[in-house]
Structures are given as C-alpha cells and as structure tokens.
DNA sequence: ACAAAAGTGTTGCTTTTACACCCATGC
DNA sequence: GCATGGGTGTAAAAGCAACACTTTTGT
C-alpha cells in the first residue's frame, strides 16, 4: 500500500477542471428571462470551495481526477454532474496547465474545459456553504492557478464571441433578437446598435425566424427566431465542436 | 518491480508531441532561400518512424513522456531536441488529446504542441532511414491519431497566419515583402495582390524598414524589413505566447 | 393619445479588391 | 533597350457605424 502510494507519487496525477459561465443580472438572479430585461446581465460564474488540503476553504474551480476509463471531456461532465448538477449546453477545451509548481504537494496537470449554461440549467445548481455563484471579473483570490485560467476562459469567451455562433449556448431554443443582443452586450461590456446588430444576424445565415412572436409587452411584440445550425463552418476545425443547442 | 509496473499500468501516461512545420519548395529543398524563388513553397513537417510496438514502422510525431520536473512546455522542447535537433522560433501548445482508445496499450494522454522553424534551422534535423520530412497535406497513415492531429494544427497554423503575425517564424530576421508575402502564400495556397499586401503589412505596424536592400537581382533592388514586435495584442491572451523571434 | 421597444431606411466613412502604371536594376 | 520584379496610384465595391424615422403593441 505505501508502495503502491509511493510510485503513484512518482507519476503525474491528471485531473480536469471546467470554468462555467453563466448569465445572471446584476445581483445574481437567474430567475425569468435573465437577458433582454431591465438590468443589464453580467458574466457569472460557479466556484466551490475546497475542503481538504492543500487550499483548504479556498475557492475553486469544479474538477477531479480523470478515470482510466473515461475520455477528457467525459470526465469534466461528469465531475460538472457530480459536483454542480450542472449539464451544459456548450463544452470546449480550454488549454493544458501543467506547470511544475501549481500545485504544493503532488505534481499535477489539469486539462481545463470551459462551458456556457442556459439560465434555466444554472438554476439546477443547488448553492450552498461551499457552492457559490460569482461575477467573473471581481473574484477573490482562488486556490492554485485558477484566477490566471479564469481570465484566459473569458478572453476566449470574449473573442470567440466576436467571430463564432456562441451565444444561443446561453439562451432557449427560441429568442427574440434583443434577448440575443443582450447576450453579446453582456459579454461584451459594450451596447450595440439594435439595427445594425439586426442586420449582421439576419444577413449571417446563423438564425431565421420560427414564425412566432412574444406579445405581453407594452409594445410592438417581437419575433422569435432559433439557430439554424449553418454556421458550424465557421469556428469548428477538424475537431467538430459539439454545439449540441 | 512487477507490482510498481501494475500500479503504473494502471496510471494514466502523460506524454508530449509536436507538429513541426517548416517551409520548403516542391522538390523538399530548404537550402538557399526557400521562399521568394520561383518555385512556390509548401508546408512541410518532420515525422520519425516508430521503432518498437505499438506501431512499429508506422511514421509518427516526435514526443516522449514528460518527466516530473520539467513543464509541458519544457518537455516538448526536450523531447524535440533529442529526437530531431530543432529549436522552433514558434511554439504554441495546440490541444491535449485523451481520447480511451487512442493507444492500444497503456491509457496515454499527449499534450499537442505546434511549432514553426526557419529554413536555415530545419537544416539541422539530420535525416536518415527514421527520420524524414514530408509535406504537409499528402501525409501517409500515420501512427495512433496523429493525422487528425496534423490536420487539426495546419488547420491552427491557417486560420492564426489570417489575423496574427506569426509569418515571421518561418523567417530571419530580415526579410524582404516578397518573402513575406511568400510565406502567406504558401501556407494560404493562394496568390496574393503585392500591392494590396504590401500596404496591408505597412499599416499594420507590425514590420518597419530597416534601411538596408537587396542587390544582385535582375530587378529594382527590395527594401529589408524587420518585425517590430508591437503586435503580441492581436493574437496573446493572458498567456501570453512567447515569440521569441 | 402616449410611451416603449420593434423594425426599416439612409447617409457617410472606412476597408477591401482589382488593376493600371511607373521605377530601378541586370543583362 | 528590354525583361523582371519592386513599388505607387486610383477607382469601384463592399462593409461598417451612426442615426432618423416608421410600426405596433399595452395602458
């Protein structure tokens, strides 16, 4: 057994972590329709709070060791399941953090994923002492390396959200236009101009109208449109990303 | 010793490759001036032949197990100085692969890097009955999953030459537009407008003239031009990806 | 009627693209 | 001179950004 626990000390443990982000107003409700509302919807993201050394009562990013049997992504799943409730729509690779000391006692690398949850999907995750949601720009001091990884999740998230398809990860099957400009304004930190935002869209081939409107506003109802599911060409390399909308 | 192997067994490999590419002319001559000349360049890679099981004889990218004490990073350096004798201008860790199946062995995760070599420094790889180089879009079967590794990175090194600056690895550190504007051709495989690229590069900021020319051709004598460096904006996020030109 | 957001139109500016043309050198 | 690539000019086309204006609902 100390034999065993010896060579194992002798190899690199490999685990994997997943930065989530959700959408969430201002004080941290996902209540209702989080986007396309009043207040403006900010970039939130899920930490738990470690409970064993090293790092004790630091927070941090959800993750565990993968399995001999499981693939990378299967493992993030299932550490996102087992640790947040959480099933997101949109899963990617991040990166490989594997430097010699991020970790005090054992070397360790962690494959990073990064995800977007719909708003209904966050609510599954049942909060607690040691699960918390946070706005993604004013974090504490996490445990590890995790603030450096959180920043490089929302500079992609950022930047891929100015040249890929992203945002339906965050909304429903069916949105209105100004829930969608929402998402990117959101993300974004910037407003955008409501008719021109419409135009790109419409004229990108990535959305077309399903026929139906919201009324129940006191104004003109909008129309509801859904993601047609063409645009895959423009972010997948030869790893097909699976958008499973 | 048996029961340490077990418990190795039983561990997952954490090993490191690297696609390396390097510009040559159709024929797979690097001496002289590879880009500029008559002869359009192509993309090139180094592959060594597998010469113990699994696999054996198949070609496949050069890597290793990573050692305890040495980064990621680190470790596909080593590994690419031992094995082939380069020292990319460019490297840049490309996707960590995990896939249960993809070694028919022992469980075995590699950490993807991609690199970039000058003409001259791809003149050090010492060829041999196990060592070649082959260009980059007719490759043979390769070993494990490592064509759909190649043809994830050439995808990387495609999309990243549209809208960073890293064209300047494959070159010295003077260089004239035509030699540029060869290197995006060749990795693009398609002719492009002098006059347009040439503007282009100048308003960018990334290059500037370093006052010198080049005689001897039959022709009005080119400028020489140099990267300033100012652009790491465009294409670093927080890790900041070390060019180090 | 009025407020509010949906949706359309128009204009000016910047960027891209295509291509004509002049410049400097070796032979 | 002439061939060859280096380098400049220019104009049409396309894309982008700003903003005025019309439409449709709830109250």
């Known amino acids: 057994m100390s034999d065993s626990s010896d060579v194992l000390r002798a190899s690199i443990g490999l685990a994997v972590s997943t930065v989530i982000f959700a959408l969430r ?19 939130w993201l899920p930490l738990v709070r470690r ?23 299967g493992a993030a799943r299932r550490n996102l399941a087992e640790t947040t409730q959480l099933e997101p729509a949109y ?12 970790s005090p006692d054992r070397r360790l690398v962690s494959i990073v994923y990064w995800a977007l ?17 946070f706005p ?26 100015e040249y ?13 236009l100004a829930e969608l400009r ?10 955008l101009d409501p008719a021109n935002f419409r135009r790109q869209m419409e004229s990108s081939g990535a959305i077309e109208p399903t026929g139906g409107v919201v009324t129940g506003g006191r104004h003109r109802p909008p129309k509801l ?16 990303p699976r958008i499973s909308a």
């Open 25 to 43: 107003d201002a004080e941290g409700d996902t209540s209702g329709p989080a986007v396309g509302t009043d207040a403006p919807a900010t970039v």
């Open 51 to 73: 409970i064993r050394e090293p790092q004790c009562g630091r927070w941090a990013l959800p993750g565990g060791m993968v399995e001999l049997d499981e693939s990378l992504e």
């Open 91 to 102: 899963l990617e690779q991040l990166y490989a953090f594997g430097d010699v000391d991020r």
């Open 117 to 133: 949850v719909r708003p209904d999907e966050a609510e599954r995750l049942t909060l607690g002492e040691n699960v918390q949601w």
């Open 136 to 161: 993604a720009d004013e974090l504490p001091e996490l445990a590890f390396d995790h603030n450096l990884i959180v920043d490089y999740a929302l500079w992609r998230l950022r930047t891929k959200m």
């Open 164 to 176: 890929s398809a992203i945002a339906h990860a965050f909304l429903g099957d069916e949105f209105t």
């Open 182 to 191: 929402g998402v990117y304004e959101a993300v974004l930190q910037k407003p």
């Open 225 to 240: 449109y859904r993601y047609t599911g063409d645009v895959q060409l423009v972010d997948a390399g030869p790893l097909t």
